[in-house]
Structure formats: C-alpha cells, structure tokens
C-alpha cells in the first residue's frame, strides 16, 4: 500500500536560516510523482514543488529545493532563507496512478507544522 | 493558472440539516474532482472520486448516501453532506487535476470549514 511518513510533527527554525522537512514514501510503483503544499491557518493548499520518479535531478523552485533520494525513498523539503511568512503547515504527498478505484488522487503525510522565530 | 473555486469558505448549519459544498473549475474542464476531508490537526484524507457524467467512487468507511457528489458538468461538482451531524465537523477541500499524468499539479479550491451545531 501506498504510505506516507513525516516523522517531525512541528520544526522551529530561526529566520533567515535553512530547514530540512523529512518526508519518506512507500510504494511498489516504480512510477510516482512527489508533491509538497503548504498550508497556512486559512486552509489553502498552496504547491510548493513536485518530483517525478524518474526525474534525475532534484526538483528546485525558488527557495525551496528538494532531496530526492530514491533508493532511501525519501523526499525531504529544503527550505532556504526561512520567513516569518513561511510559518505553516507543510505536507508531503504522492500520487500514483493506479489505486483502488482512485486514479491520481494524492496521498498525504500527516504534516509538519513549521514556525519561524523572528 | 488554474483556478478552483469552492463556495462557501464557511458555513453552520443546525444538526439534522443537509448543506451543499460547491467547486467550479474557473479557466479548465475538469472531469475529475476528488473531496477530501481533513479533521483538526490531521491530514488531508480522500473522500471520494467524482467523474463527470458518471457515478463517484468513495473510499471506504464513507457513506456515500450521507455525502452526495454530482458532477453534472465539466465545471461543477458538489458534494452535500444530509442530514449534518456534530460528527461531520470538519474542513472539506476539493482537488482537480488539469491534465493527466503524474506530474499533473493538483488545483485545490479554497476549502469549507463546516461546524454543524
């Protein structure tokens, strides 16, 4: 079956530095595909950045940045140059195409909440 | 980009009353929409599949004759939750791929915080 882990339920990072979300995915699929989203106190679900199985460089977007490790299967989220903005929830989340009766739903992880210190 | 939009952002309701999440896909067809539910401090968890022009397929341990979904349109679906229990509290949010495929990035309406009172 198809999982996703984050293991950290909260992070605390100090502005103007880097932190690293831990995310870490199961599935026998060999085809996937890898998303972030960040969720502020509102309820939107915001795209942050996405990895594809076979893609054979980590994902950039601005400053967050994705550690693909595929033979760990792991697909932590970098982010660069911490916010006060950036406080939020962050979910990690796969999809495949076949599962169940379900094609291309995302399965998500139960998140991290991260908060910025000024 | 894409544009999901779900309405209303926020509603109460009394218990025992039935109350229709709408999501309209603004700038796309959408022939797929998927409902999720998500419970305070939890995870986004699938609900059900909506397909446009057929019958939506709901995961396990969801009462498909409590949560409705039509997706009678391209643009539309909607879910109604009936006859709305304390229990059913939650934030509802709606998905809609624009294209096929993997890496097809997953448009999220605004969600629906419902409080059934």
């Known amino acids: 079956a198809q999982k996703i882990t984050q293991t950290q339920p909260g992070m605390f990072v100090q502005e103007k530095e880097a932190v690293t979300l831990d995310c870490t995915y199961d599935?026998?699929?060999?085809?996937?595909?890898l998303f972030w989203y960040k969720q502020p106190s509102s309820g939107e679900m915001i795209f942050l950045i996405y990895?594809?199985?076979?893609?054979?460089q980590n994902a950039t977007e601005g400053r967050y940045s994705l550690n693909f490790q595929k033979a760990r299967k792991s697909a932590n989220l970098v982010i660069s140059a911490s916010q006060l903005g950036d406080s939020a929830m962050y979910f990690c989340a796969m999809r495949v195409l076949y599962y169940g009766g379900s094609q291309g739903n995302l399965i998500f992880g139960k998140g991290t909440k991260l908060s910025v210190k000024p | 980009g894409a544009v999901v939009s779900q309405h209303p952002s926020r509603v109460i309701c009394k218990s025992g009353t039935s109350v229709k999440i709408e999501c309209r896909s603004l700038?796309?067809?959408?022939?797929?929409m998927f409902w999720y539910r998500q419970f305070p401090k939890q995870s986004l968890m699938l609900m059900a599949t909506?397909?446009?022009?057929?019958?939506?397929?709901?995961e396990q341990g969801v009462e498909k004759d409590k949560f409705l979904i039509n997706h009678a349109s391209l643009t539309l679906s909607t879910l109604t939750v009936t006859s709305a229990h304390p229990e059913d509290s939650s934030f509802y949010i709606c998905?809609?791929?624009?294209?096929?495929?993997?890496?097809?990035?997953?448009?999220f309406g605004q969600g629906t915080r419902l409080t059934v009172v």
């Open positions: 998905s809609a791929p624009r294209l096929g495929g993997l890496n097809t990035e997953a448009f």
């Open positions: 909506s397909n446009e022009g057929s019958k939506a397929t709901y």
């Open positions: 990895q594809g199985s076979y893609d054979q």
């Open positions: 599935t026998s699929d060999p085809s996937y595909g």
């Open positions: 700038d796309f067809q959408a022939t797929t």
